[in-house]
């Protein structure tokens, strides 16, 4: 057997353990002559599994007792609808920050929707390669809605707004449980979990339950699986639930806890981007593209400085295809999904919690070895 180093911004790399558990249990999970896949959710196999789930949701990220922990469908796009939806009903106005494509998605989304949106602060003039401080929200806002960390950008907020009474609302797809986060300060957190959870199919919600309306309060036209009061009514399964993503997630979480938890990975973490930024910073031949002060710890892109300063045509061809060779041969040597998003071009390598310090170095040795063939 043998595996490759993946990535990928998302679905990305599992823990290896995890994925050995899973292939233990297909045929037999605990005794009951089924795989999970297979169950009923009201059974009593599944259940302990969804309850655990969300306990060690509660325990690793130390949620506390007045929020409610939803595994929810639809992905992280659907909850662009359900955060204006159910929390934009009041003055129907809310702030956002604009980051990049994700933040932009769900201003968007909010306006379709009717909520006047507002956007306090942006990073565009500088293609969203940094966050901007914004040290205070006030107004008459329903709510304020950040992405906390940029997946196709890079960036990362490093401080948390103040936004007083107005409930903060954060899109933590892509570092959830990459390092310890104040739950406190937070209306509502949401994440999609094929970044940093398990793989795709679930949506992990936490939002405060006095921030719950009714469904006959949500934006007129709300469908009832659009309501958070439906799934924290029902525990996450008023409908069928991603059975089987659930029963994954709660295996990556026990790995989470037994790895030192949100401090463990936050330790882990640090030490595999530290890595890699400074082998970058240092580079006379790749350059990131992220800010110092604003970069993620997940994800990482970078570009050949081959062409930098040059804007001419012939150079930006040149550009194109080195980083294309550099693509194509990284896959090669076993190193795959490094293209990077068209928006900012060149290559990312995505460093969730799963990926090693071990793979992170490899990556690090292939890139040295590529720049000295192609100076
Ligand atoms: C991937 C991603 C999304 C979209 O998630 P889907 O589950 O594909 O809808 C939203 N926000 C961020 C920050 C992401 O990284």
């Known amino acids: 057997m043998s595996r490759v180093y993946n990535f990928s911004a998302g679905p990305s790399c599992l823990p290896e353990e995890v994925l050995k558990e899973c292939a233990a249990e297909m045929m037999d999970y605990n005794g009951s002559g089924q795989s999970v896949m297979e169950m009923s959710h009201r059974s009593k196999y ?4 969804i309850e655990d789930a969300e306990n060690m949701v509660r325990k690793l990220m130390n949620v506390p007792e007045n929020y409610k922990v939803l595994f929810l469908q639809g992905g992280g796009s659907t909850q662009f609808a359900m955060v204006a939806e159910n929390l934009g009903i009041k003055n129907k106005k809310a702030a956002y920050i604009e980051t990049g494509v994700w933040a932009k998605k769900a201003a968007q989304e909010a306006q379709r929707l009717g909520v006047q949106v507002d956007v306090i602060a942006s990073s565009k003039d500088k293609n969203y390669s940094y966050i901007p401080k914004v040290e205070k929200i006030e107004g008459d806002y329903d709510y304020a809605y950040i992405c906390f960390n940029n997946t196709i950008m890079g960036t990362h907020y490093e401080y948390i ?3 007083g009474n107005i409930p903060l609302v954060a899109d933590i797809s892509s570092c959830v449980l990459s390092e310890p986060l104040d739950v406190s300060k937070f209306g509502l957190l949401f994440a999609g979990a094929q970044k940093n959870l398990a793989p795709s199919g679930v949506t992990l919600v936490i939002i405060r339950e006095d921030l719950i309306p009714e469904v006959e309060n949500c934006l007129p036209g709300t469908p009832v699986m659009l309501s958070y009061k439906t799934h924290a009514d029902n525990g996450s399964m008023y409908n069928t639930p991603p059975c089987y993503t659930i029963y994954v997630l709660g295996k990556v979480l026990h790995w989470i806890e037994k790895n030192g938890g949100a401090e463990g990975m936050a330790k882990r973490n640090k030490e595999k981007a530290d890595y890699l930024y400074d082998f970058l ?11 110092k002060g ?5 994800n990482v ?3 050949t400085k081959y062409s930098t300063g040059n804007t001419d045509e012939q150079s930006a061809a040149k550009e194109k295809e080195i980083n294309s060779k550099f693509v194509k041969e990284a896959e090669q040597a076993g190193f795959i999904n490094l293209k990077g998003h068209r928006l900012v071009g060149g290559m990312r390598a995505s460093i969730y919690n799963a990926m090693s310090l071990e793979g992170v170095k490899a990556l690090v040795e292939f890139m040295k070895k590529f720049a000295e063939e192609n100076k």
Request: glycine share 0%; no cysteine; charged share 25%.
């Open 46 to 49: 599944f259940e302990p599994i």
């Open 161 to 163: 707004p103040d936004t």
């Open 281 to 291: 910073d240092s580079s006379d031949f790749y350059r990131a593209t992220a800010e």
């Open 294 to 298: 604003s970069r993620s710890l997940m």
């Open 301 to 303: 892109p970078f570009l």
